[in-house]
């Protein structure tokens, strides 16, 4: 899949290979080093006119050619909702004016890797792709919006069937998704039911050539929506970055960012400090001393100043001191999450901005009360407008009874008055014709010799 139609080998994205087979799943794989984070698949059926050795080319084509396409044709459908981009710039809101619900669709940009799943061979993961819909914190995962998977081969020698199971809890009492490889094949991808009643679904590709042989099953993964997007990386220093247990305004600024130092201190030795503001005053996970390879390498941050962020990890490359990195969240919703944003969550925001003392979001925060109040005059003039089309509906329907009483009448109703001189006259002729009748009948041809 290449990014341009000139199809050169800069412009080239993922690959994929199809073995032993003219049509299937094909799993696709970015190119390193610009889109090494992409993962994806493809149905792919071959024409059986197409030559051995013979290439096809197609367009890839979206239903929207931009975001602004579809942000355009939402607010422009008659549907009570409207769109706009995020505050984080990588997600679209979609506000609905009746309920103040709205629902963030956010790029899924968590692999594997990301999760703590390196108990593979080489520190290789062995689920990737996992695609969750319906998450929803402290419902179908925790209150930080981790689940917790596990991975069981249950024939027991490696050869399947092999099982996912999806958790909301780290004791893994509460199961919430599961889904299963049969064997003998030992990689694929797997189908994630709802248990329970969760509400949690998707699907999870399964590679258990990577499990470490007879290691035994994985249960201490843990699938965190802690992936984040790297900006202002001049030197390419960090991807595959993971930090759970991300909380805006706690172990983060407002908006859920964090900034990253890499500072080079010599010999291959690398200080990696992750903080909580822009002014690097708030401390929240480090690692000194690292040793990074040329090739580079997986660090695991350390806990600092009690803020939560433990096993933050992150894939660290060389390069020269770099003290400007921003890690934004790059999807914390997996797949979408409806939150409501109505006066009570204003006040809780506005409890939250008091507490980190920050009188920008304060001033922000102002702007939900109008919103709310638009809202509400919104709903009253809505509830206004239906109740006009009812009254209307309800003087039709009366005119409409009236008009079909009218041709009922005209259909089987009885003019008494027309009817009796009808009847009258019918009655003249009939005994009119009963007393020619008499008369006529005893004739016979005696009575006229």
């Given at each position: 899949?290449?990014?341009?139609?000139?199809?050169?080998?800069?412009?080239?994205?993922?690959?994929?290979?199809?073995?032993?087979?003219?049509?299937?799943?094909?799993?696709?794989?970015?190119?390193?080093?610009?889109?090494?984070?992409?993962?994806?698949?493809?149905?792919?059926?071959?024409?059986?006119?197409?030559?051995?050795?013979?290439?096809?080319?197609?367009?890839?084509?979206?239903?929207?050619?931009?975001?602004?396409?579809?942000?355009?044709?939402?607010?422009?459908?008659?549907?009570?909702?409207?769109?706009?981009?995020?505050?984080?710039?990588?997600?679209?809101?979609?506000?609905?004016?009746?309920?103040?619900?709205?629902?963030?669709?956010?790029?899924?940009?968590?692999?594997?890797?990301?999760?703590?799943?390196?108990?593979?061979?080489?520190?290789?993961?062995?689920?990737?792709?996992?695609?969750?819909?319906?998450?929803?914190?402290?419902?179908?995962?925790?209150?930080?919006?981790?689940?917790?998977?596990?991975?069981?081969?249950?024939?027991?020698?490696?050869?399947?069937?092999?099982?996912?199971?999806?958790?909301?809890?780290?004791?893994?009492?509460?199961?919430?998704?599961?889904?299963?490889?049969?064997?003998?094949?030992?990689?694929?991808?797997i189908t994630l039911n709802e248990q329970n009643d969760s509400g949690l679904m998707g699907s999870?590709?399964?590679?258990?050539?990577?499990?470490?042989?007879?290691?035994?099953?994985?249960?201490?993964?843990?699938?965190?929506?802690?992936?984040?997007?790297?900006?202002?990386?001049?030197?390419?220093?960090?991807?595959?970055?993971?930090?759970?247990?991300?909380?805006?305004?706690?172990?983060?600024?407002?908006?859920?960012?964090?900034?990253?130092?890499?500072?080079?201190?010599?010999?291959?030795?690398?200080?990696?400090?992750?903080?909580?503001?822009?002014?690097?005053?708030?401390?929240?996970?480090?690692?000194?001393g690292v040793a990074v390879p040329a090739a580079g390498t997986y660090v695991t941050l350390t806990?600092?100043?009690?803020?939560?962020?433990?096993?933050?990890?992150?894939?660290?490359?060389?390069?020269?001191?770099?003290?400007?990195?921003?890690l934004k969240p790059g999807s914390l919703r997996l797949g979408g999450q409806v939150r409501e944003?109505?006066?009570?969550?204003?006040?809780?925001?506005?409890?939250?901005?008091?507490?980190?003392?920050?009188?920008?979001?304060?001033?922000?925060?102002?702007?939900?009360?109008?919103?709310?109040?638009?809202?509400?005059?919104?709903?009253?003039?809505?509830?206004?407008?239906?109740?006009?089309?009812?009254?209307?509906?309800?003087?039709?329907?009366?005119?409409?009874?009236?008009?079909?009483?009218?041709?009922?009448?005209?259909?089987?109703?009885?003019?008494?008055?027309?009817?009796?001189?009808?009847?009258?006259?019918?009655?003249?002729?009939?005994?009119?014709?009963?007393?020619?009748?008499?008369?006529?009948?005893?004739?016979?041809?005696?009575?006229?010799?």
């Amino acid at each position: 899949i290449f990014r341009d139609a000139a199809m050169g080998a800069g412009d080239l994205i993922a690959t994929g290979t199809l073995n032993g087979n003219t049509q299937g799943l094909v799993d696709l794989q970015g190119v390193a080093p610009d889109y090494a984070d992409i993962k994806g698949s493809v149905y792919v059926e071959m024409d059986p006119a197409v030559p051995v050795g013979g290439t096809l080319t197609m367009d890839l084509e979206a239903t929207f050619a931009t975001v602004g396409d579809l942000i355009n044709e939402i607010n422009s459908s008659n549907t009570y909702t409207s769109a706009r981009v995020a505050e984080n710039g990588q997600s679209i809101d979609i506000i609905s004016h009746l309920g103040g619900a709205y629902l963030t669709i956010a790029e899924d940009v968590l692999t594997a890797q990301r999760f703590g799943d390196n108990s593979g061979v080489g520190g290789q993961p062995q689920l990737s792709q996992m695609d969750l819909h319906g998450l929803v914190k402290g419902v179908n995962a925790d209150n930080y919006g981790n689940v917790y998977a596990a991975i069981e081969d249950t024939g027991g020698v490696g050869a399947g069937p092999f099982e996912v199971r999806l958790y909301s809890d780290r004791q893994h009492q509460n199961l919430v998704a599961s889904g299963s490889l049969p064997g003998p094949a030992t990689a694929g991808l797997i189908t994630l039911n709802e248990q329970n009643d969760s509400g949690l679904m998707g699907s999870v590709y399964l590679n258990y050539n990577n499990a470490v042989p007879g290691a035994g099953d994985d249960s201490d993964i843990v699938v965190s929506p802690g992936g984040a997007r790297v900006y202002n990386d001049e030197y390419n220093h960090v991807s595959q970055v993971d930090i759970p247990n991300i909380i805006p305004g706690v172990n983060a600024d407002l908006q859920g960012n964090q900034y990253l130092e890499v500072v080079d201190a010599g010999g291959g030795n690398y200080n990696i400090s992750l903080y909580a503001d822009k002014s690097k005053t708030r401390l929240v996970a480090q690692q000194l001393g690292v040793a990074v390879p040329a090739a580079g390498t997986y660090v695991t941050l350390t806990e600092q100043n009690l803020s939560g962020i433990t096993n933050a990890r992150l894939y660290v490359n060389q390069g020269p001191t770099d003290t400007d990195i921003v890690l934004k969240p790059g999807s914390l919703r997996l797949g979408g999450q409806v939150r409501e944003q109505n006066i009570f969550s204003t006040f809780n925001d506005v409890i939250d901005a008091m507490h980190a003392n920050d009188s920008e979001e304060l001033g922000n925060l102002i702007g939900n009360y109008t919103d709310a109040l638009n809202r509400l005059l919104f709903g009253r003039s809505e509830i206004g407008s239906r109740q006009n089309r009812l009254e209307m509906l309800s003087n039709r329907h009366a005119d409409e009874e009236i008009n079909f009483g009218q041709i009922r009448s005209e259909r089987i109703d009885l003019d008494y008055s027309k009817a009796i001189v009808e009847f009258q006259a019918q009655q003249n002729v009939f005994e009119a014709s009963l007393r020619t009748s008499a008369q006529l009948i005893p004739l016979s041809l005696v009575d006229f010799i």
